[in-house]
């Protein structure tokens, strides 16, 4: 299938984006290459997410898949595909866009902190592949300042952070594409979502705050858990237990949630199994801590680093631009 990508090309000026070649660099774990976002589809474990898009290629070819999932250099993945690319499925080009978008989406689902850190790190600014050579799914230099290209990756990814930005909890799992085939190993591709473990923490913890007093009034169905947690408690002061928990999962997970201006009400039900009461605890440390802000009239929770809302929601018309193309590159 031809595509006439002119007129999908955009120039970037390098001073206003944020851009990535190589995968130690600053920006670089949101390369497909960048190790450290490792994946797991169908209960098989992938290092990259590089690896997961080019065994998309073949669902036909299961044995090609295997050897491409099981390189450890993503690079060397891409590249036992090579030779059997003129056996790719053959609506390839017409659906590799929604591929990779969904390959990005499952590395951050399944690497929420690291990953959604890195993207939020990019605030508002143009996202931008800087490649030698690649100019549909990164953008080419052309003088010491510009890039020129399609940027469907950074277009991809802009469209992530956005999604993580307003609309978090629609990301908590993603289902598989609705084209045929969407096979690995020759098995269809499972609907991926994640019972994130500080889930069951935050409920076990919040027996503890609730009843201090007698751990055995905890519910039955939950008694494994209390039972492991209580030697935590009397192992350890309690204090200092809490502290981990908020140090170690609340943080990080209201900093990805209060990147806009929230409700109490919103974020108890991004963390469902948490007490309005231990909330509130968590929020007011939050502020004590120069983490979060309150605003009034309505009362809101934002992250602290985060602009005032009226700066945060201003696009510029060339940016909101590039966010609907990355919908219509298919139709190209």
Known sequence: MSMNTSSASRTYNRNECITFRKTKESFGGLSNMAGGYPIIVNGINIRTSEALYQACRFPHLPDIQKVIISQKSPMTAKMKGKPYRDRSRSDWEKVKLNIMRWCLRIK????WETFGKLLLQTKDKPIVEDSRKDNFWGAIP???????????LGRLLMELRETL?????????VKPLEIKDFNLYNQPIETISTDLPKEKIYLIFSSFTQQEDSINTAPQKQSDDIDHFSQIKTQNNLQEYHCNIFE??????????????RMLDEILASFKTVTKTQMQHWLKLGIEKNKIRKTKNPVRYIWNSVEDCSVNLKYSSDQNMQLKNVEQLSLL
């Open 108 to 111: 951050l689902l399944q690497n």
């Open 248 to 261: 170690k999962y609340v943080l990080l997970e209201l900093e990805i949630f209060l990147q806009q201006p």
């Open 165 to 173: 930005k307003k609309q978090p909890e629609t990301l908590k799992i």
């Open 142 to 152: 052309v003088d010491t300042d510009n890039l020129v290209g399609i940027n469907a």
